[in-house]
């Protein structure tokens, strides 16, 4: 106690008082070194590793971090940063506390700059760990330094060196707009290279991502009712959905008392502040007279086809969410808006004030004005009850297939709209490839962070700093994708009557979406691209978007081939059933032969760069575990060809060392 104290008093007197005026900017080449406290917790620590780091790469001298007493006790020259809570009391002649959930801090003092904020105990590099020291400073390095994070690796990054670069005088204490902000890159990580996962990690702390809120949305019966094990529906039949005269699950009679009761005490026993109640995924949802009696007569869903669900959904969440209030007024409920109950309650006036509703949409379906229209009308009715709104997008999931499906402008509208009605946080699926969609990560990640910034200026800022001498070629490669896209969106298929992404519109319509001239358009620009980038992180880039190009190529003849395979008869089970509408089998035959190379082709480059932020092998191992979307094996099986898949979890666990 008496050493910490002696610190803190020579400390306070090598520091001089704030001045009264504005902060002058500093030299950042005068800045010799990052002090931290002696405790300096693992955030701490990190963050001023970091910090030390870039700042000599910047720079080109060495900045070393140093503990607080060695800084106390010896003769220092130039500038430091005070990292941390103790460094910025000693900084700052008081204390910064307390902190907000992920506050932070940037502000000059005399002697340098301190970067502070509220610092958890755990990991620093997951987001689950609050981390405002690492926020501010990367908010300086990124914000006023000019270093940019695009994708995991280390090719995925631009450092400038600039020796004569200034840290302009700062003083900004704020909390994230967004209370979560996170992406899922890819299917499962389980599938992916301990080297991809690291640096997955990294870039999302560097990317200010964060998930500190104790927080789950996701479906819950699987959980709360042991439905793998099956022993709740032995015991319990009647608490299952009614499903043409019988019982059966995954989804619960949402009427039914001891559901309801079940479901209050899975959410008083759970870990999470917010606890998932949402129903289990797909239908087959409850026909008992008492369920159906809390649906609105002539209300339809999202398909035009069934009744709409949310009037009973939502009298089982609110009947939950007051219970658990009653008894536990700290603990709150996390529900879904999906599918079949999408859409607001029509008798329902008010929603419980625990209950936060996980709002699922894509907004790359806002190409479209009516699916905006209709998302601004739902989020209006929402709004009226009372709903606590969080964003739940599907930015990259396996409706792309990890092709150029690129929606930036509507990313960043669509953010900047939430935030503007009142969504308190935003969290979704998106995709390990980077190499065909890095536009649509730039603008989920920094609208995220700022949905108030300037919306014109997200995407210029991507395109200089990441592939600099040959950013015009580089948008215009990414644009023709995006264009082909604004052209032709109305042209997918209507099997499904929505105006969102439904899978089955998509899937078999892709070479109308993206056609060949959209193709070799995207094609000239990289050409373009490569033949002027020079040698080294450009030139690096644009080899990368070269393999996702060249998977986009394979994936959509791939596609149509599967299409008019089933159209010749072969058992392709490709999404929709399409019946056999020719019979000519020297076409079946060779069309088999040539799908099959690109199959083949296509777990090959699955495999040939799984550290790269590349086309994601856990998606299509996961089909292959799970047995759907087998089109390949398909393929294979008509053939009479028995070769096993290379891209399962047991296969990809052997190979490139997890």
Known sequence: MFRSSLILLCLSACVLRLSAESPAAQKLADFKRVVIADDANAVQRAAAAELASYVSRITGQKVEAMKASVFALSKTTGQSFFVGDGAAEVALGNSPKPWKTEEWMLRSVPQGLVLAGDDGAGDPWSITTAAGSMLAVY??????????????????????????????????????????????????????????????????????????????????????????????????????????????????????????????????????????????????????????????????????????????????????????????PAKSCGMFAYTYYNKPPVKIARLEPNLYLSFVFQSGAHRDPENLREWRESVSGWQKIGAKMVVREGWGNHYYHDMPFIHDRQIIANLAEASSLGFVAAYGEGSKSFATMAPNFWAITHMMWDPKRAPDKVMPDFYQSAYGPVALEMEAFFGAYSQALDANWSKRDRIVDATGIAYANVIAAWGKLIPAEAVAEAEKHLQAAEAKAPAGEYADRVKFHRFGHEYTKGMLELLANYKSLSELGVKMDFAVAVKATRDDPAARDALLKRTYELGEQREQMLLAHRDWAGPDEGLYAFTNDRNIRQWHANVKKALGITKPSAVTKETLDGKQGR
């Open 139 to 328: 908010t300086l390095l990124e914000d006023h330094l000019g270093v940019r994070w695009f994708w995991p690796g280390e090719f995925g990054e631009h450092v400038p060196a600039n020796a004569d670069a200034l840290v302009p005088g700062l003083i900004d204490r704020r909390q994230p707009a967004f209370e979560i902000r996170s992406v899922e890159l890819g299917y499962s990580s389980i599938y992916h290279t301990k080297v991809f996962n690291d640096a997955a990690r990294r870039w999302a702390r560097r990317s200010r991502l964060g998930w500190v809120k104790s927080a789950v949305f996701g479906h819950s019966w699987e959980a709360a009712f042991d439905l793998r094990k099956g022993e709740t529906f032995k015991q319990h039949p009647e608490w299952f959905a009614l499903v043409n005269g019988k019982r059966r699950p995954p989804q619960m009679c949402t009427t039914h008392p001891d559901v309801i009761a079940r479901m209050v005490d899975y959410v008083l026993a759970g870990k999470q502040d917010i606890m998932n109640i949402s129903p289990s995924d797909g239908g087959g949802f409850c026909e008992c007279e008492r369920c159906q009696a809390l649906d609105v007569p002539g209300v339809l869903a999202y398909d035009k086809k069934h009744v709409q669900l949310s009037d009973r959904i939502f009298t089982y969440a609110n009947e939950i969410a007051r219970r658990v209030r009653e008894k536990n």
